[in-house]
T-cell receptor
């Protein structure tokens, strides 16, 4: 069965600083991997996804993620964080024909 | 494209009443829709998977008689919380997977906040 671990419950970064949110997955084959962002009281917005090809994936809002098979990781990065990036971030894994499993989420706080 | 709506966006009801939440895919057909529950400051927990025209598949620990799911068309799934109690208060989010998609991407609705008094 697939599972996702987001080791960091809460991260605080200063505006303009770089960001990396960690995500590790467990699955027997190459899964489909996703990063979503959720603002308070809102639904989820897809930032980016990976299911094949180039292991460095570019997403919306300046985010990127790198799939590393050897580390079973799919970390999310942004070179310069904006105050509007403060939100909850979820990593998710899905297998072909199966449902999607979410990590516990990482709450991002951005200091001015 | 790929917009999913939910109605209502929030609802307050008395204990013992039933509440129906609608999930619609507005510009695509969705053979499969998913219902999630999210408690404050927690992740999404999959409740059930509904396929158009067939019975929903419920996750372990989810009471099928309490959370009735109907997926009568390729654009509409409904979740009915029957005899709601305060512990059913939560944020309910649906998602839809487009028919024929190969990458398992789900498109999420904006969620419905249920408060049971």
């Amino acid at each position: 069965a697939q599972s996702v671990t987001q080791p960091d419950i809460h991260i605080t970064v200063s505006e303009g600083a770089s960001l990396e949110l960690r995500c590790n997955y467990s699955y027997g084959a190459t899964p489909y991997l996703f990063w979503y962002v959720q603002s308070p009281g809102q639904g989820l917005q897809l930032l980016l996804k990976y299911f094949s090809g180039d292991t460095l994936v570019q997403g919306i809002k300046g985010f990127e993620a790198e799939f590393k098979r050897s580390q079973s990781s799919f970390n999310l990065r942004k070179p310069s964080v904006h105050w509007s990036d403060a939100a909850e971030y979820f990593c998710a894994v899905g297998a072909p024909g199966n449902d999607m499993r979410f990590g516990a989420g990482t709450r991002l706080t951005v200091k001015p | 494209g790929a917009v999913v709506s939910q109605h209502p966006s929030w609802v307050i009801c008395k204990s013992g009443t039933s509440v129906k939440i609608e999930c619609r895919s507005l510009d695509f057909q969705a053979t499969t829709m998913f219902w999630y529950r999210q408690f404050p400051k927690q992740s999404l927990m999959l409740m059930a998977t509904s396929n158009e025209g067939s019975k929903a598949t419920y996750e372990q620990g989810v009471e099928k008689d309490k959370f009735l799911i109907n997926h009568a068309s390729l654009t509409l799934s409904t979740l009915t919380v029957t005899s709601a109690h305060p512990e059913d208060s939560s944020f309910y989010i649906c998602s839809a997977r487009a028919t024929g998609t190969i990458d398992n991407e789900q498109f999420f609705g904006p969620g419905t906040r249920l408060t049971v008094l």
